[in-house]
C-alpha cells in the first residue's frame, strides 16, 4: 500500500483541483444552457475546493501529529541525556569533596608533623632557648638514663649529646653530668677533664661553679691537695654567690 508524505498529498489535492477548475466548458454546455452550466461548474468549483480545504487539514492534523510525536521523542532522549549527565556531576561532586577532604587531612597532618620539628622555646636555668624535638628527646634519654644509676650508658648519651649539639641550651648541663658520670664511676680525671670543659666553655652557666667544686673533689681524692686548694679559691672569687661558693668556703675552712 502506497504511503503519501504531507507533500504528496498536497499535490493530488492540486491535481484534484485542477481537474475540477478546468473542466471543458463545451461537455457542460452539452446538457445545460450557458447559465446552469456556468452555475454547475461553479459549484464543481466549490465542491473540490472544500474537498481540498478538508484534505489540506487531515494532512496538517496528521503532519502536526507527527511532529510532536517527533518532538516528544527527542524531548524524552534529551531530558535521559540530562539525567546522565547529573549523574556524571553527581559522582565527580563526591570525588571532588572526598579528593579536598583527603587534601585537608594531608595538610594538617602535615602542619603536626612540622610542628614537632620546630624548635620549641624551653627555659634552661632561667634562660630562655630554643630546642629542637630531636635535641629535647635525645637530653631527656640521657638524663632518665642518669637518674636510672646507669651511669656507664649515661656518659655515652651525653658525650654523644655534646658533639651533636654544642650550642644547645642543654650543652652546659650534657657536659657537666658527663662529667658527673665519670665521678659516680670513681674515674676521677675523666671526671675534671669533662668538667674543665664546663668552666671553659660555659662560665656564665650555673653549672660552672658546680663543676669547679667536683674537680676540687676530684683532686682531693687524687691526693692533689694544692690543687684542690687552689681550685676552690678560683671558685670563691669567680662566683662568689653562688651556693658552691658557700660549699668551698666550707672546706677551706676545714682545711
Known amino acids: 500500500m502506497m504511503t503519501l508524505t504531507k507533500s504528496g498529498l498536497r499535490s493530488a489535492a492540486a491535481a484534484l483541483l485542477a481537474a475540477g477548475a478546468f473542466l471543458p466548458l463545451h461537455a457542460g454546455a452539452a446538457l445545460f444552457d450557458d447559465d446552469e452550466a456556468r452555475k454547475a461548474i461553479l459549484d464543481l468549483r466549490a465542491k473540490v ?13 496528521k503532519a502536526d501529529k507527527s511532529v510532536a510525536l517527533d518532538m516528544n521523542n527527542q524531548h524524552e532522549q534529551t531530558m535521559s541525556e540530562i539525567a546522565k549527565l547529573r549523574g556524571s556531576l553527581e559522582v565527580l561532586a563526591n570525588e571532588l569533596a572526598n579528593t579536598q577532604k583527603r587534601q585537608k587531612d594531608f595538610y594538617v597532618d602535615l602542619d603536626a608533623r612540622l610542628r614537632k620539628l620546630e624548635p620549641r622555646q624551653v627555659t634552661i636555668d632561667g634562660k630562655t632557648a630554643a630546642v629542637d624535638p630531636s635535641e629535647q628527646k635525645a637530653y631527656d634519654a640521657a638524663m632518665l638514663l642518669f637518674k636510672s ?54 662560665p656564665d652557666s650555673p653549672r660552672a661553679p658546680e663543676a669547679m667544686l667536683l674537680i676540687a673533689g676530684c683532686q682531693a681524692e687524687l691526693k692533689a691537695a694544692a690543687n684542690a686548694k687552689k681550685t676552690l679559691t678560683e671558685l670563691i672569687s669567680k662566683y662568689p654567690d653562688s651556693e658552691s661558693a658557700a660549699t668551698a668556703r666550707e672546706r677551706l675552712k676545714g682545711k
Do not use: W
Not at 481540498?52 to 492534523?61: K, P, S
Not at 658527663?178 to 660555659?202: F, N, P, S, W
Open 49 to 61: 475546493e472544500a474537498m481540498r480545504a478538508e484534505l489540506n487539514g487531515r494532512i496538517d492534523t
Open 149 to 202: 644509676g646507669d651511669f656507664k650508658t649515661a656518659a655515652v648519651a651525653f658525650a654523644e649529646f655534646v658533639r651533636q649539639y654544642p650550642e644547645s641550651g642543654y650543652a652546659a648541663n650534657a657536659q657537666y653530668y658527663l662529667g658527673t658520670t665519670h665521678y659516680a664511676q670513681k674515674d676521677c680525671k675523666a671526671a675534671i677533664l669533662a668538667e674543665q670543659v664546663v668552666v671553659k666553655a660555659y
